[in-house]
Structures are given as structure tokens and as C-alpha cells.
């Protein structure tokens, strides 16, 4: 599986951006697919996950109820709305794919796009 994420910029505090991951396999419906960060100088970290069907999502506990994650089977692509953006959402974001369980740990997830950079200014 091959997985293209896009939509990263410069956005003020409080603003609203939206990033997708385009994917390359057929059976891109049979996997889970999921957002992690990365801020500089810390850890990659899990931001949110979708099942397959997209009827399961959950989300870490930072973003939780300003983000929103969503997929499109048919055009093989996931989203990760980001709203009420603060300067601690500053980060690389990169998009993963596992089949399996959804799981929020990194080395769990099988496949990983190039990431898109997205900074909060204050």
C-alpha cells in the first residue's frame, strides 16, 4: 500500500485545515487507517484512527473533539478535519495503514505516507 498525504500549511491559531491521504491499493477498504504527528524534537504520536467500514473511530485525547477523521472507499482516500487548531498541533503529520485491530501504537501500523507539515502560529 502506497499512501500520499497532502493538505499540511500555515495556519493561525484557532483556523481550520484539512488533510488527506490518497492510497494505492484496491483492498484499501479491508485497512484501518490512521493519523500520527510528529512535533520537533518529540516522539510520533497517535492522533486518530478509523476502522475499515469507518463505523469505529477514536482519537487521542488532545484532539478529541476538534478533530474529526473520515474515509472515502470508493476514491481511496482519508481525511483528518482539524478545527480550533492550537500552536501544540504544530507537527509532520503522516497517515498509516494495518489491517488487523486498531491500535494506536506506531509500530502496530504496517504502512506509512511521506507526511505533511502543518504549523500553528499563535
Known amino acids: 500500500v502506497q499512501l500520499q498525504a497532502s493538505g499540511g500549511g500555515l495556519v493561525q491559531a484557532g483556523g481550520s485545515l484539512r488533510l488527506s491521504c490518497a492510497a494505492s491499493?484496491?483492498?484499501?477498504?479491508?485497512?484501518?487507517m490512521g493519523w500520527f504527528r510528529q512535533a520537533p524534537g518529540k516522539e510520533r504520536e497517535f492522533v486518530a484512527a478509523?476502522?475499515?467500514?469507518?463505523?469505529?473511530?477514536t482519537f487521542a485525547d488532545s484532539v478529541k473533539d476538534r478533530f474529526t477523521i473520515s474515509r472515502n472507499n470508493l476514491k481511496l482516500m482519508v481525511f483528518l478535519d482539524m478545527s480550533n487548531l492550537k500552536p501544540e498541533d504544530t507537527g509532520t503529520y503522516y497517515c498509516a495503514a494495518k489491517q488487523g485491530q486498531v491500535t494506536t501504537t506506531q509500530n502496530d501500523w504496517t504502512y506509512w505516507g511521506q507526511g505533511t507539515l502543518v504549523t500553528v502560529s499563535s
Open positions: 491499493a484496491r483492498t484499501f477498504s479491508t485497512y484501518f
Open positions: 478509523i476502522t475499515w467500514s469507518g463505523g469505529y473511530t
